[in-house]
């Protein structure tokens, strides 16, 4: 059997919608609703307040798939993105994947998105644009290293260290999970994608990052570079807070209480530095003890998603072969 009726068989084997979250698209939105695959049985487009000519244009489409979903006010992407889940979650469908309404987004890459998840593999797929240099091709320099910083802190944020490119919003994800995430609490801005993470960590769920090119055209990004930075700084450590409280302290785990102490020496060390209390000599015994263990217990962290994340590749491997 040839690779494309493997995969056509194994997509017509599960319902898949498309989320795609507009708000002024006229430019772009009926070339990305025209690109949607046949075996994608809904399409869910969600208008989150245009200003433009979005909504007529996705009105005039012929496509019975087609569902626009009208928001009242403005919630942005990460909003516009619940509103498509709960639609599928109430149509009961099985995988909800994630198109922007500025066509970045090529639906080529569905299928290896959707097929960990339909082989019971992973819970949530994630487009990773930085996996290889040649996959940059088309980011610009200022977007790709911004991209990388944000990599890095989302990694000891999310607790997800094998999962990079955390900005990108090409995305899968099953029904089950939707159903034990609490879609109301989850951020629902630009930072809306790296707190989604942060929840499936919460509950345990597998995720796995899937080698995507960037594609970047005509679309105009809508982000305020410089409010998007002080909002997501703020956001990491609120979300780091309460993931290692709701993870970890709640359930009585050791690595909770390490990563506190740590944090707590470190600031006391540092105030009572600051304030002549502690000789020099004492201040840097204060840190390094903070510092081993906050080292002691990313390590932990860094080796349990290492295992999970052999454990997936293994599965995958095995099924591949067994194509």
Not at 1 to 22: D, G, R
Not at 143 to 165: A, C, T
Not at 187 to 206: H, S
Request: charged fraction near 20%; include cysteine; proline fraction near 3%.
């Amino acid at each position: 059997m040839q690779f494309f009726e493997v995969i056509t068989i194994i997509l017509s084997s599960k319902s898949i919608v498309a989320v795609i979250p507009a708000y002024n698209e006229e430019n772009l939105i009926k070339k990305t609703l025209h690109s949607v695959p046949e075996y994608i049985d809904r399409i869910y487009v969600i208008d989150d307040c245009s200003k433009d000519r979005t909504v007529n244009l996705i009105e005039e489409e012929k496509d019975d798939r087609i569902v626009l979903i009208k928001h009242k006010n403005n919630q942005g992407v990460g909003g516009a993105i619940v509103s498509g889940y709960k639609a599928a979650l109430d149509d009961n469908m099985d995988i909800a994947v994630v198109l922007a309404g500025d066509n970045q987004m090529d639906p080529q890459y569905i299928p290896k998105l959707c097929k960990p998840i339909i082989e019971g593999i992973v819970d949530y797929t994630k487009g990773n644009r930085l996996s290889n240099p040649a996959n940059w091709k088309g980011m610009s320099k200022w977007r790709l290293f911004g991209n990388l910083i944000l990599n890095f802190l989302n990694k000891i944020v999310s607790g997800y260290w094998s999962v990079s490119d955390p900005q990108n919003g090409y995305t899968a994800i099953s029904k089950s999970a939707l159903q034990k995430l609490d879609l109301e609490k989850i951020y629902k801005r630009y930072a809306f994608e790296n707190d989604l993470l942060v929840c499936l960590n919460k509950k345990n769920l597998k995720v796995l990052s899937v080698p995507i090119p960037a594609r970047y055209g005509k679309e105009k990004s809508n982000i305020k570079y410089p409010a998007f930075i002080i909002n997501i700084s703020f956001f990491f450590i609120r979300a780091f807070i309460q993931r290692i409280y709701e993870k970890y302290i709640k359930n009585f785990h050791p690595i909770g209480y390490i990563l506190f102490f740590g944090i707590g020496l470190g600031i006391i060390g540092f105030m009572s530095f600051s304030f002549n209390l502690l000789s020099i000599s004492s201040f840097i015994s204060l840190e390094i003890v903070s510092f081993l263990c906050l080292i002691s217990a990313f390590t932990y962290e860094y080796i349990i998603d290492k295992r999970n994340t052999e454990k997936i590749a293994k599965i995958l491997k095995i099924t591949l072969d067994s194509q």
